[in-house]
């Protein structure tokens, strides 16, 4: 069974300083990965994507992959508190682009 | 990317109804999904709406508790069936968007439902 694993928190930060989101995968056949956001009664917004090992960059936002760990994680830099939100993680395998999701992390951004 | 449109945003039903959820996208898509997300829970694929032919159904849903319909590219609904309070959920549309670094799933604004 394909699992995405995450620490549901809450991950409290200062504002300003970086915040650490981390997930991992049980599928070693997952090829895309994804970060989405969630804030409180909404729906989920896609904030990153990553298909290949290293590093992704997109503002503050940093997407790491490791897949011979099977590790994906999300930096994001000078926190503010609009940034306190739920992060949800996700893989979908190769021939499939149908995502699973892992549990999310709650991030508090706090001033 | 697409713009998804869904309807009801929100709603309470009653027990022992049904309800159904529509899904418009501004785009022809290929790839339509529908999740569900419990409360405190992640999301859960519920099934892929296939256009023209029957949906395909994740373990633990089944057609007549969650008929859905795929008319065409741009359009689908999912319908909650005599509805009890563990189907009080956010019921997600989604597409599969193809972008240049590869495809990506996008979601509507939710269905919010709480059975009463």
């Known amino acids: 069974q394909k699992e995405v694993e995450q620490n549901s928190g809450p991950l409290s930060v200062p504002e300003g300083a970086i915040a650490s989101l981390n997930c991992t995968y049980s599928?070693?056949?997952?090829?895309?990965f994804f970060w989405y956001r969630q804030y409180s009664g909404k729906s989920p917004e896609l904030i990153m994507s990553?298909?290949?090992?290293g590093d992704k960059e997109d503002g503050r936002f940093t997407a790491q992959l490791n897949k011979a760990s099977q590790y994906v994680s999300l930096l994001i830099r000078d926190s503010q508190p609009s940034d306190s939100a739920t992060y949800l993680c996700a893989a979908a395998s190769g021939g499939s682009y149908i995502p699973t999701f892992g549990r999310g992390t709650s991030l508090i951004v706090h001033p | 990317s697409a713009v998804i449109s869904q309807k009801p945003s929100r709603d309470i039903c009653q027990r022992g109804t049904s309800l159904t959820i529509q899904c418009q996208v501004d785009?022809?898509?290929?790839?339509m999904f529908w999740y569900r997300q419990q409360p405190g829970q992640s999301l859960t694929l519920i099934a892929t709406?296939?256009?023209?032919?029957?949906?395909?159904?994740e373990s633990g849903f089944v057609i007549d508790k969650f008929p859905i319909s795929r008319p065409n590219l741009t359009f689908s609904t999912l319908t909650v069936s005599n509805m009890s309070p563990e189907d009080s959920s956010i019921y997600l549309c989604?597409?599969?968007?193809?972008?240049?670094?590869?495809?990506?799933?996008?979601f509507g604004e939710g269905s919010w439902l709480t059975v009463v």
């Open positions: 709406a296939n256009q023209g032919s029957e949906a395909t159904y």
């Open positions: 785009s022809q898509v290929t790839m």
């Open positions: 599928d070693r056949g997952s090829q895309s």
């Open positions: 990553i298909y290949s090992n």
């Open positions: 989604s597409v599969e968007w193809a972008e240049n670094s590869g495809n990506t799933i996008y």
